[in-house]
């Protein structure tokens, strides 16, 4: 018998993965069968449940990678010198989301809006996606205590806080982008911008009249 060596496992898995989030952009979590998945995978059904041995292990590798892509984004924004202002994190994460659904075989957007929809409604995978959040919300975290160190973040806010809304600025894109089709990378990043702008010079004129 031949040996399968780790690159080819892996290859097959990403094949499996790849047909599987086609199917959930077209059909969402809870209309996906196995065996569109199957099918659309080219590969037989021995060789895709010898991966994934049910749809609700497919859903939770699906869900965990399409939120891993933001990870990645991450990756580069935490390697950025200077350290970048919010309003720069932003214009780079809108950027890089719809450049990558855009170019990409799936919409990866699709995905993660059906993993959310499936995360309310199956208390599994809520789990696997709230834990998955809570890991990224932990890496927004130490860029906005790189954030403080730089001055560009009030350095008395707690960045476990500040993460959490942070991090709800990246859905808000995706939903408009995918529901209302009415916003751009640039667009929400400048609309950011602003409201940043308008809060820190009603603080500065606050403060002038306090003094």
Do not use: N
């Amino acid at each position: 018998m031949p040996i399968v060596s780790d690159e080819h496992r892996q290859a097959r898995r990403e094949q499996i993965l790849l047909a599987a989030m086609g199917c959930v952009a077209e059909e969402g979590f809870h209309k996906t069968t196995m065996a569109q998945v199957i099918k659309a995978s080219g590969l037989s059904a021995g060789a895709v449940y010898g991966y994934f041995r049910s749809k609700q292990e497919l859903i939770l590798a699906i869900a965990d990678k399409a939120l891993g892509y933001l990870d990645l984004a991450l990756d580069d924004v935490l390697g950025m010198e200077p350290v970048p202002s919010p309003v720069d994190v932003t214009r780079y994460l809108t950027h890089t989301i719809a450049a990558r659904a855009d170019s990409g075989p799936v919409d990866l957007t699709r995905v993660v809006v059906a993993a959310w929809a499936e995360a309310v409604r199956d208390d599994t995978v809520r789990a696997a996606v709230a834990e998955r959040i809570g890991q990224l919300r932990h890496r927004y975290a130490d860029l906005i205590r790189a954030q403080q160190a730089a001055g560009v973040i009030d350095p008395t806010a707690d960045p476990e806080v500040v993460a959490k809304s942070l991090f709800g600025v990246m859905p808000g894109f995706v939903l408009q982008r995918l529901v209302t089709r009415d916003v751009t990378a640039d667009g929400y990043a400048d609309g950011y911008a602003a409201l940043r702008t308008a809060t820190t010079g009603a603080a500065a004129a606050q403060s002038g009249l306090d003094a």
